[in-house]
């Protein structure tokens, strides 16, 4: 008699099938840090009686203007999380493609992480939406900004890095 593979055994070998797709593992990556970072936003301009519908049309308001994403309604506040969610995307693809090159991105995911999301924050907050939004910031608010910084290191970069760290297989 034959004997046969169990077919409840463990598998010594993880088969890259096992895997989602790329294109799925960076959009789950993009959705994780994104409504992370979402949340926080909301919490945070909660204590000023903010509805969590006007921080997502404010990331709307990069592309339209504040006149235009405070007044669409549901419409901006879509637009704008979609936006976001988009822009996380990226932001955890940019690190996965890095990672796949540079092992020490993989290895040293909390130090690397969280200088990756500061380098975001400094090129998002400092940079790109001040000069280049339609809708820069009216006015400097240190404790908001401090904030900002460390979420996006915590809550974005670090994140992105344990991402790419767990699809190459590093434990």
């Known amino acids: 008699m034959k ?3 169990r077919p409840f055994a463990p598998s010594r070998v993880r088969a890259a099938s096992s895997r989602p797709a790329l ?9 994780a840090v994104g409504s992370a970072d979402m949340l926080f936003a909301m919490a ?11 921080i997502l049309q404010s990331v709307w308001a990069w592309i339209v203007g504040r006149e235009a994403a405070f007044g669409g309604g549901a419409a901006t506040a879509f637009a704008g999380a979609a936006l976001y969610f988009v822009l996380m995307s990226a ?13 020490v991105l993989r290895e040293r995911p909390i ?3 969280a200088l990756y999301g500061a380098a975001w924050f400094v090129l998002l907050h400092l940079i790109v939406v001040p000069l280049f939004s339609a809708a820069p910031p009216k006015r400097f608010i240190p404790d ?5 910084l460390l979420a996006h290191m915590v809550l974005i ?7 790419s760290r767990r699809w ?4």
Do not use: F, K, N
């Not at 294109?23 to 959705?31: E, P, R, S, V």
């Not at 932001?91 to 092992?103: D, Q």
């Not at 970069?157 to 991402?163: E, T």
């Open 144 to 148: 908001w900004y401090l904030a900002c």
């Open 111 to 113: 130090l690397l992480g």
């Open 168 to 171: 190459y297989g590093m434990r």
């Open 44 to 54: 945070w301009w909660a204590q000023s009686d903010t509805p969590p519908a006007r």
């Open 157 to 163: 970069g670090i994140p992105a890095a344990w991402m």
């Open 3 to 5: 004997a046969s593979a």
């Open 23 to 31: 294109w799925a593992w960076i959009a789950l990556g993009g959705l």
């Open 91 to 103: 932001i955890v693809a940019i690190y996965h493609a890095a990672a796949r090159e540079h092992r």
